[in-house]
C-alpha cells in the first residue's frame, strides 16, 4: 500500500492551497484518511480526519479555515485550506487507516509528505 500526496508549495498570507492524497495497493477497506502535519522543531500533530462516513474531525486552530474532503471511489482524500497564515507553514502528512485483503488487522500508512510555506 502507497500514499502519495500532491498540493504543496509556497503561498502568500491569506492564500489558499489545496492538497490530495492517493491511497494505492492492496486495499480491502479505509476506515479514515487524515493530514498531519510537523513544523521545524515540533511534534506531529493531526490537522484534520475524515472517516469513510464522512465524520470530519479538525484541530482547533484550523477549524473555520480548512476542509478535509474524501472520495471513496478514488481512495483519494483532499484538503482545501484557505485563510493560511504563517504559521501554518509546515510539512503536511497524508494518513490512512487501511485494512488488507485478507489481513485481519487495519495498518496505518502514511505518505512521504508535502512542504507547505506560507509567506507573511
Known amino acids: 500500500v502507497q500514499l502519495q500526496a500532491f498540493g504543496g508549495g509556497l503561498v502568500q498570507a491569506g492564500g489558499s492551497l489545496r492538497l490530495s492524497c492517493t491511497a494505492s495497493g492492496s486495499i480491502f477497506s479505509i476506515v479514515a484518511m487524515g493530514w498531519y502535519r510537523q513544523a521545524p522543531g515540533k511534534q506531529r500533530g493531526l490537522v484534520a480526519l475524515?472517516?469513510?462516513?464522512?465524520?470530519?474531525n479538525y484541530a482547533g486552530s484550523v477549524k473555520g479555515r480548512f476542509t478535509i474532503s474524501r472520495d471513496n471511489a478514488k481512495n483519494t482524500v483532499y484538503l482545501q485550506m484557505d485563510s493560511l497564515k504563517p504559521e501554518d507553514t509546515a510539512v503536511y502528512y497524508c494518513?490512512?487507516?487501511?485494512?488488507?485483503?485478507?489481513?485481519?488487522?487495519?495498518?496505518?500508512?502514511w505518505g512521504q509528505g508535502t512542504l507547505v510555506t506560507v509567506s507573511s
Open positions: 494518513n490512512a487507516y487501511i485494512k488488507r485483503p485478507l489481513i485481519s488487522d487495519y495498518t496505518n500508512y
Open positions: 475524515i472517516t469513510s462516513g464522512g465524520t470530519t
